[in-house]
């Protein structure tokens, strides 16, 4: 899969982080529970190495809830605290905080022996459209950052002041320079956080429903009438148009919005709560 992967924003992007480090007690990692391995940029183990880190599985409602565990058991090993959240809801804000407070408590409780009540300050990360700018709202309680539901909606640095000793800073999604592992690109494009204006969908949803099909076969036949255990995977496009009559003029299936469809549901946890990583170095 041929992506122009790191547009030229995200070099400005990675100079404001690491001009703004030295404001930060703690970094906040969001990842996506759905691949948590190619949701997590690489770089951040190297740029935030000095700082207290924790990281938030996101959309776990949309992720298989089995792995989602294991997952956070994993991370566990490797010294990461983690847990699952949903930004759209308040599921997990409570356990959000507690980590936060978690990480930062040693550096609290040194300056309040000397009399200083620490504000914390939280740097919020994570590659584009992983839902920082939501978790930060839904913490907050109230509409702080701005949101979408493409990448690359957050510009630039807002700080969001929480409670009157915790504040957040939001940050644009941040890739990585070089993606060379075809399996974690077709993984993010599968969630969306590769923008589809620049691939080719109908390629993309046909690699996504056999996908579907080998891990949950059940969810996808229920999903698309059309489709069966006999359906050859080169039509499994053209079943999903049979399924929904998305025909063009002189009886054409229109492929295209059939592709935009089968995405657009996946995304939405319509066809099937999948989780397309395994933790460690399993592989599915």
Same mark, same amino acid.
């Given at each position: 899969m041929q992506i122009n992967w790191y547009p030229g924003h995200m070099a400005k992007a990675r100079r404001m982080l690491i001009e703004n480090l030295k404001l930060i007690d703690v970094v906040v990692e969001i990842a996506d529970a759905r691949v948590p391995r190619a949701s997590r940029n690489p770089d951040f183990d190297e740029l935030f190495a000095q700082k207290k880190r924790v990281v938030l599985l996101n959309k776990s409602d949309l992720a298989d809830p089995k792995l989602t565990k294991r997952w956070i058991n994993w991370l566990a090993s490797e010294g990461i605290a983690a847990a699952e959240i949903s930004a759209v809801s308040q599921q997990g804000r409570q356990k959000a905080l507690s980590l936060i407070e978690g990480a930062a408590k040693e550096q609290v409780e040194r300056l309040k022996q000397k009399g200083v009540n620490k504000t914390v300050r939280v740097l919020v990360v994570g590659i584009p459209n992983v839902g920082k700018s939501t978790f930060i709202n839904q913490i907050a309680g109230s509409k702080r950052a701005n949101t979408g539901d493409k990448p690359g909606v957050t510009k630039g640095k807002q700080w969001v002041k929480i409670t009157p000793h915790l504040e957040l800073m939001d940050s644009p999604g941040l890739l990585w320079p070089k993606?060379?592992?075809?399996?974690?690109?077709?993984?993010?494009?599968?969630?969306?956080?590769?923008?589809?204006?620049?691939? !080719?969908? *109908?390629?993309? $949803?046909?690699?996504? =429903?056999?996908?579907? +099909?080998?891990?949950?076969? #059940?969810? /996808?036949?229920?999903?698309?009438?059309?489709?069966?255990?006999?359906?050859?995977?080169?039509?499994?496009?053209?079943?999903?148009?049979?399924?929904?009559?998305?025909?063009?003029?002189?009886?054409?299936? !229109?492929? *295209?919005?059939? $592709?935009?469809?089968? =995405?657009?549901?996946? +995304?939405?946890?319509?066809? #099937?709560? /999948?989780?397309?990583?395994?933790?460690g170095q399993e592989r599915i």
């Open positions: 993606l060379e592992d075809e399996k974690l690109a077709l993984n993010l494009a599968f969630i969306g956080s590769i923008n589809d204006e620049i691939l !080719d969908v *109908e390629d993309l $949803a046909h690699k996504l =429903l056999c996908v579907i +099909r080998q891990r949950d076969s #059940a969810a /996808l036949y229920s999903r698309y009438s059309a489709i069966s255990k006999d359906t050859p995977e080169s039509e499994l496009l053209e079943a999903v148009c049979k399924s929904r009559g998305f025909l063009l003029s002189g009886g054409v299936y !229109d492929s *295209e919005r059939a $592709a935009r469809i089968v =995405l657009d549901e996946f +995304r939405g946890g319509k066809i #099937a709560k /999948l989780t397309l990583d395994l933790p």
